[in-house]
């Protein structure tokens, strides 16, 4: 599977967290960011959840206020993606506890942690919860 990008948004259009797996400059990640987060929020709640744009093809979905958004290459799975993002979620749920927008915003660093152990180079290499969550209980337990 490749993934070439992850962002987290809110209902209002603002970016919490992005993630790239391919060299964009800033101004490219900017501007790509602002099409399709436009694109992703003005869907209604009966339009799928997939969206192709330039040469990407976005799998996102709502969760309480946020949106989370991946871009996948045209040729990639996205009920598999669809799967991908339902497992972040849980994860960060079973971590923080029912995750909100502001644990993403004051705990940054533990949610990219988290996204590292489970994609690298743009493809999922984890999908297990205990080991995804291992780390990141280690280094909380020597802090």
Known sequence: M???FVLFVNKQGQTRLAQYYEHLSIDERRALEGEIV???LARTDQQC???E???YKVVYRR???LFFLVGIDNDENELAILEFIHLLVETMDR???NVCELDIMFHLEKVHFMLEEMVMNGCIVETSKQNILAPIQLMEKTS
Do not use: E, L, Q
């Open 53 to 55: 744009h330039r040469n």
């Open 63 to 65: 969760y309480a206020s």
């Open 95 to 97: 971590h923080f506890g």
């Open 38 to 40: 436009r694109k992703c």
């Open 49 to 51: 959840s997939f969206v």
């Open 2 to 4: 490749t993934i070439r």
